[in-house]
């Protein structure tokens, strides 16, 4: 059974900074891309970061330049961090764990930030 353990959601300030956590249990973590998506208000889900089995980085749009994504695969973690954010940033932010072959995902946090 697959299990996601995110943290780290809530109100944030206007112009601060967001760390999320999401833990994974039940994959063979080290061989699966992980990583974040966003949903706003609105508007379809993003891609917000991933990092890939092999430690490549794909970052949205939105968020480029001011976000870092990590993983540890001993701990079966990965963490988003952002930037000077907005009230753009305002989303359900989802973890994501995919192979190829089946694609998995957290139940959400929400992150609002407040101006």
């Known amino acids: 059974q697959v299990q996601f353990v995110e943290s780290g959601g809530g109100l944030v300030q206007s112009g601060g900074s967001l760390n999320l956590s999401c833990v994974v249990s039940?994959?063979?973590?080290?061989?699966?891309?992980v990583g974040w998506y966003r949903r706003s208000p609105g508007k379809q889900r993003e891609l917000v970061a991933v990092?890939?089995?092999?430690?490549?980085?794909h970052y949205g749009d939105s968020v480029k330049g001011r976000c870092t994504v990590s993983r540890d695969n001993l701990e079966h973690e990965v963490k988003l961090q952002i930037h000077s954010l907005t009230s753009d940033d305002t989303a359900v932010y989802y973890c994501?764990?995919?192979?190829?072959?089946?694609?998995?995902w957290g139940q959400g946090t929400q992150v609002t930030v407040s101006s």
């Open positions: 990092i890939t089995s092999v430690r490549s980085f």
């Open positions: 039940g994959i063979d973590f080290s061989n699966y891309a």
């Open positions: 994501d764990a995919e192979s190829g072959y089946t694609d998995y």
